[in-house]
């Protein structure tokens, strides 16, 4: 077997190996959920997958392979998608779990690794919506542990846009940055599937009539039941026309730069 | 984008429109557990997910395409692994879910899937301990359907392994069958992972002293805490040494078509 | 009062004295499910309490009551019954729990003994169903314990029909065994009754044309919501026919020695 | 098998037969307790059972038939025993539910009897801290019950000493009554234990020094984690030392013909 | 900002400063409730958050300021208001939790109290229904401060209305007292209300006929789903009508005195 | 008593006549949390009550009383505070609900207005770290709800600090806006603290050293457990220095105006 961050694709053993040094565990964090006609639902679990093996594999390189990073298996669903970052969880295709369900899954997750030893944890968030109920289930962990008699685990919480930034945003959105949360399926997304999946991106199915009015003008609430008509057509917050894979790359280096800094910063 | 049985891989006008015809939803539930030193942790999500992607595909060409087959994103983590059918929640690398997590997770996925309109669901297990806490998610998951009004929809439950006939078992294992529970990375999961992944295999790994005493001589009950010398060093309950793809072949075959023939006669 | 090893019809200063010395708890895990024309509903938690009090006998004897065998109350309501194991919870009298009740069920009660000073524990099932469900609650009350500074407790795990071994099966079922999941109402659970409850079984009742067609030959997969026409019309998966004392005696001598084997293993 | 109300010892065929004609459902909610050194542990739950199927054949009886009453298994562990009412949940051989499980069992006993086709049940409550759990099990299994398109369930929750009337209650306790809180172990369970189950009951024991200080003088709030020093040391509330067989015959008959008369008032 | 025993309207490091002394935290539990046409529907909590705050006066007060008493927001929603002691929770207006719902919110703000660095608590009730599950919430609160390793914490629990004394309740209601449950919007709450929120009192509404028949008589039972017709008409359960300011200052009086000797009993 | 639209001032008789026209019920979602050494802890309960109230009575105005808004009592507790928002859930003073119990919270309020005919729903948040979990409630009601054969609630969520708009932040904050997450204890919540409750806020000691270097500059991430470090001195994130009435009335006037608007944009 090939040397990998994948935790998945590790053995057991060398697993282990690798706790006899210094191991940081990612957490990604994602979502199976509608992503207009150009792009594969898978991108939020995909994405935070790849810029988490991204990170780990950056973080053991710039240590000398003191510091080893292993990326967990991805929590692949994830919280409702909300209709002004996401689209709506009434679209066919997105398939969302209730907030206490991904408090559990995210807490039994990271305690099921401190009890394996590791005290270093980065829970790498890709989908908006999800980060209230993945920090809370981070807490829980937390108590677990103390419960347990282990009190020096730390956990850090990220979503990996936060890591663009103001340069690179200037630079990628020159028409103006609309905000993260309309980011949904936009060019940072779908810059970065062409960069990693390529083969689950299909630019040429981004076009009008379906992905007009964008980006989406969206009131500043929500209402429940959701009201289909709020959400554009395509199920896209704002247009992909401009990615590339050029763009792609900058986001994953500045990004991945950026969150080896800052998990150097917590965990050195 | 190219055609696939694969939802995580699908955009969601792909999946919208085969809606329009009948489909059957499969969704596999996985774990992320040691497999000993000759095989990756991934094993139980990754064999479910490509078993119920040849069973998908099976089904949708034996219909002419009528139905489609379609694999939702797996669950990736499982219950608790026992010592007597995974060696262990207490090995490390084995990252487990609590039974109540469990349950909401597969009741969420199943639930989304129903009212996203599926209404021919097949929960496909991979990981022995998660089956009864699936089972309690499906049944819950109708309690929700029938709470919205929704009382058509249709859940089969199933192992893989258990399609595998009497025939093949005795082809396969001419010195004697010790049962699935014992087979955790036995030669049915090494020849299935030298079929789908042989690169997550390394068989030059399995063998003494590590894989000594098998197939493992465990106890009729279970003790918790656990005692870790219950387990044989390795992890593994039966010895991988007789597995090869040739044999991967046969089981996917048999367990493919067995599993074509009994989802046909429940949601023909 | 007379002596006793059933913590029911103890007194509690009794009971504390026992605490003085050495003390394997009891708890016996049943149900309130159909159990056919012939016997009583009570069979599966009837069954358990009179083994387990059995087994808490003969330890007691064994070491000159040196160890106090003590059976708590029975969980007299287990997990829904499923079709290939009990007949299905669709049945009317079979009354189920859900999982996450009898998981906090089972977590309650053997927490609150370890809280009394129960170190030694022993989970008797004799609910086929249930077993997945009180091991995630015995895995809980020891979450419990150890958050409450207690981590020297100790559970047992067992169903009582797997100390019945092979030969005695062998000589029970001269015509061939079909596994403890088809044995619901069969020639174990019947000989036991008829063994300990007399009154509660009616062999008279168990003939044709009701009781045709077994052992019954279910699916090797579940349907949700169950389909009725699987499950033989007497509720029975196997013939008690063949039932007598004699084999209740037999059946209870071998697996109560075999139990008292396997509790001073781990508790001696 | 004799004629019976009790469902445990009832066969599943018996019992549906029964459900031809008018069916009152009785489920008793008790405890494993401490009940002083003159009583077993059982008496919240056994003394419920009894004056359930007392209950039910009076009722069956009074109407010809017409009505059946059944019995369903007790609950019989209840919520922690609180000092002002039982002695507190700290006292060896108090086995105690948390709260949240009391509820989920209730509720998921009175639905599935709901779901097999009952629509008058009994909640009869004999353990003084159990009536609110039970009180919000029942209302949320009347919740599932209208999830599930079933409206006409309806569910009558007492507990049985309120039945003794005020007169007979001057009868009994000459000297004045204390409250039903304090009567825990006292004359009411005590006379009631003599008549139902005479050998779980040694009046012999009830002596100074242990009974000393009856009834006991309990402060008007609690406290917790509970002091031990405010319980007496017998564990009981008041003294038994006036109980008799006779007056177990008054208060079961005097109860149950009130509460023969107050179900007939709701279910007639 | 002025001087206050009221958290809520006090600033952090005032607060803060106060735990340099010796400080007893009140947490009131109220509801949101329906009281006839006379009253706010206020009443539980404000009546609960205005006792503690002259309770924690009065402590503060008596012990010259040595300890310190503060008192935490409201719990202003409630239990599910009963019949037979609220008027029932079908009302409109009555705005009620579930069980499991109170006692999380109990159990979180005891604790987050204690982690704060409290040690001292007293929860005190204002809504008969609240109880058990705040009990309850209390203990929960214990187990969550022992498994983070703090076991000096210590919670009393009251109801203000069990600290008005006998010789007072036979002052107040010369013509009999039909006790606690039934002072629902009675003279008790009444007479409190004019005196600390009188603007939120309109004695003239409580006339007939709305007020008939007063006090209620109630079965000695609960039925679910409710039935309307036993609630009186006015949804109060026995006459406001004798209430007065003066009434007010005398419950308050005693009720006040009696939880400060109560309180220094436990934590002096 | 005197007209309002808060519903714990009105008596039930008063409320339920309103609900003879259009009724907009108003669940304000606030918590109970530090802010800084110059207001009082209440501020997010106290503002987002206050922010209720004036919307509802504009709205009631607006549409000359044939809708009548009416606010229901505060959630007064809130989710736990985080650092980049509100300092920290670990400051004395800040007293924290788990995220199971908030969105318990909102589930059971806003069904329980829903079963008494609500049909039109505000849930307006005034703690940032709510808002997750507040709409996770929201749907769960729905779902309950939809259980119960209602299936024409709306609920309209919203957080009133986003309805004032551009040009107002603009004029307000002259010298740039950093962010409604550090607004916390800033000019706005100050601001609207002096015109709502004066008594409440000491603009005197919002000064150095304790108010130094604001606004807080915090990590793009979270770490648990929390590093206090990171957080300002005074807990405040951001200077209330430049506060005053006159921006506490535009803040008011100009959120109420656009949230009416947004109101009967949902519900005309």
């Known amino acids: 077997m090939k040397s990998t961050v994948y935790m998945e694709e590790m053995d057991a053993f060398t697993y282990r190996e ?116 993945i920090f809370e289930g981070a807490e829980l962990a937390l108590e677990d542990a103390r419960a347990n008699g282990i009190d020096d685990a730390k956990i850090q919480l990220m979503s990996y846009w936060d890591f663009v930034d103001e340069e690179t945003i200037e630079r990628l959105y020159p028409e103006g940055f609309t905000g993260w949360d309309l980011e949904h399926a936009g060019v940072m997304e779908t810059s970065l599937m062409l960069l990693f999946y390529p083969d689950l991106v299909d630019l040429g199915k981004a076009a009008e009539p379906l992905y007009r009015d964008l980006p989406a003008v969206l009131p500043n609430y929500d209402v429940l039941p959701i009201i289909p008509e709020y959400t554009p057509p395509s199920g896209c917050l704002s247009s992909p026309a401009a990615s590339s894979v050029e763009k792609g790359v900058i986001l994953r280096d500045v990004a991945v730069r950026n969150m080896v800094d800052a998990i150097k910063r917590e965990f050195a």
Request: charged share 15%; with cysteine.
């Open 18 to 133: 690798k706790f006899e040094r210094d191991v940081v565990m990612f957490v990604p964090a994602g979502a199976l959920e509608q992503h207009g006609s150009h792009m594969a639902m898978c991108v939020d679990a995909a994405l935070t997958k790849s810029m988490a093996g991204a990170t780990a594999e950056a973080l053991t390189k710039s240590t000398g392979g003191a510091v080893q990073g292993i990326v967990a298996a991805p929590i692949n669903y994830g919280y409702r998608s909300q209709q002004r970052s996401g689209g709506g969880f009434h679209l066919t295709g997105t398939t969302s779990l209730r907030g206490t369900t991904l408090i559990a899954l995210a807490r039994d997750i990271v305690f099921s690794l401190i009890a394996q030893g590791a005290r270093k944890i980065v829970l790498m968030n890709g989908h908006y919506e999800n980060f209230q109920f």
